[in-house]
């Protein structure tokens, strides 16, 4: 069966589903994206990565003619058409197409695409799986809250730690550890979860939300707060989160263990909810 994928309104085959070069995604990043996970055929946490769809386009001033409802009933008639029952849906909102100028085009159309793809759910077993890192100055931009297709610091990053045979790359700015390439981190001391505030830099990671939510089952206190690099390379556990990696523990930093290096039980039990919360959905 041909992958079918929905551009402006259509539902095309997906090797057809062309946008022309003109698009200013093209020439200026100038668009917004999400990537929620697919399981049981229905949306995980579907609102909140809605609501953070819209905030981005307003802080981009992307208008769309679409609703809620109506992006959402057409990422439904896209699962269903794919017969996906566990994947990953991407949708990415353009401002659209007009000559290159600097200046934002009034009256323009935004260009709304979405995809979706087959996804295995992690499995426990990954968590003995050892994660290197290292370490970079966060170079991204101020504005880290949009969820902007301006991914090339990530990707370069990636790249590095790919390199140095590492997994990820953990940013910090002025010291202050902020995320890794393409996820929100965490660590635990003395039985207490600390990440970084929400504000202009980091991305309020849907994934983070929740595990902030679930860490309310669990007899551990959460602080949304900065801090440092040192903390962190004195922290009792490290782990990322994301869509689609879920709670990813970090095992080396720079070379250096976390630790005893091996995954703790806080990060355990938080992978663990969090699969059940997905499989429960
Ligand atoms: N931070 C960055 C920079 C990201 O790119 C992502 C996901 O792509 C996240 C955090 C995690 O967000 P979420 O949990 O909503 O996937």
């Not at 959402?72 to 990415?92: E, H, K, M």
């Not at 983070?208 to 040192?230: A, C, G, M, P, S």
């Amino acid at each position: 069966m041909a992958k079918i994928s929905f551009l402006n309104g259509e539902f095309i085959e997906h090797s057809k589903a062309m946008v022309h070069i003109d698009d200013r995604a093209m020439q200026f990043a100038d668009s917004i994206y999400e990537v929620t996970l697919v399981h049981n055929n229905k949306l995980i946490d579907g609102e909140l990565h809605w609501q953070r769809l819209i905030n981005s386009l307003e802080k981009m001033k992307i208008r769309i003619n679409y609703t809620v409802k109506q992006l959402d009933d057409f990422a439904q008639q896209l699962i269903r058409q794919n017969d996906i029952v566990t994947g990953s849906l991407y949708v990415q909102i353009t401002r659209g197409v007009a000559p290159r100028n600097q200046l934002l085009p009034e009256n323009i159309k935004p260009t709304v695409i979405m995809t979706i793809s087959e996804f295995k759910l992690p499995v426990a077993e990954i968590l003995d799986k050892a994660v290197k890192t290292i370490s970079q100055p966060d170079i991204r931009w101020q504005m880290c809250d949009v969820k902007s297709t301006g991914l090339l610091i990530g990707s370069l990053y990636k790249q590095k730690a790919a390199d140095a045979n590492c997994d990820d790359v953990i940013m910090l700015r002025d010291n202050v550890v902020t995320e890794c390439c393409f996820s929100n981190i965490f660590i635990v001391k003395n039985q207490q979860l600390i990440t970084h505030p929400l504000d202009n830099h980091i991305l309020a990671g849907i994934t983070r939300h929740r595990i902030i939510e679930l860490t309310k089952q669990i007899d551990i206190k959460v602080i949304e707060r900065k801090f440092k690099f040192d903390e962190l390379l004195e922290a009792d556990e490290v782990f990322s989160s994301s869509t689609t990696t879920f709670v990813r523990p970090i095992h080396i930093v720079d070379n250096q263990m976390i630790k005893d290096g091996a995954t703790g039980r806080v990060t355990r039990e938080l992978f663990n909810s969090y699969l059940k919360f997905v499989q429960s959905t």
